[in-house]
């Protein structure tokens, strides 16, 4: 009886600190808009690596979740899931529909429309400053992004961490480009 009572508490004991393992570096997320359309829908359910940026600097292209300065109607700032689109020392321009970077027309077969409104940031050239990124959602004509003065760019300390892994919906289980 007590060798099957100590097996027990060595079962919890090692499932309490797995938990607390997988929490401390993944943190599960629902997509609760369709700024990030067609790459993910509303409603799907993701894992973010919350370690891999404090190891590092987000890369071209990475799907990342962030604190904006927006609220929640609990009062709290919202996070906002869009794709890193220009890292620090980078020259961004959006002009006439399209988006370079570093003088180069970015090849974007990710996006929903082939057009990007530049919002507050047309036809003007940007350096992205250190420690920022601009992010914007694959789906341009409804997402509130770095394009917005609301939003801006996005400090690199505010980002909870990086989308890698789609759960749900089953069908489209796998990982995130």
Same mark, same amino acid.
């Given at each position: ?15 309490? %600190? ?21 790459? %993910? ?137």
């Amino acid at each position: 009886m007590k060798k099957e009572i100590l097996e027990w508490v060595k079962t919890i004991i090692l499932s309490v %600190l797995i938990a607390l393992i997988i929490t401390t570096f993944v943190k599960p997320t629902i997509v609760r808009q369709y700024s990030m359309m067609p790459t %993910l829908n509303e409603y799907d359910f993701l894992l973010i690596n919350r370690f891999l940026y404090n190891r590092g600097t987000p890369q071209h292209g990475d799907i990342v979740v962030y604190e904006s300065s927006l609220k929640t109607n609990l009062g709290r700032n919202k996070l906002l899931i869009k794709r890193v689109i220009a890292v620090p020392g980078d020259e961004l321009l959006i002009q006439d529909g399209y988006v370079y970077l570093n003088g180069a027309l970015l090849d974007e077969d990710y996006i929903a429309e082939k057009y990007t409104e530049g919002k507050d940031f047309e036809d003007t050239p940007i350096i992205i400053p250190e420690g920022m990124i601009f992010t914007m959602g694959d789906n341009r004509f409804h997402s509130m992004d770095s394009r917005d003065t609301a939003i801006g760019l996005v400090l690199i300390d505010d980002i909870v961490g990086k989308a890698f892994l789609r759960l749900y919906p089953f069908n489209k289980i796998g990982r995130l480009n």
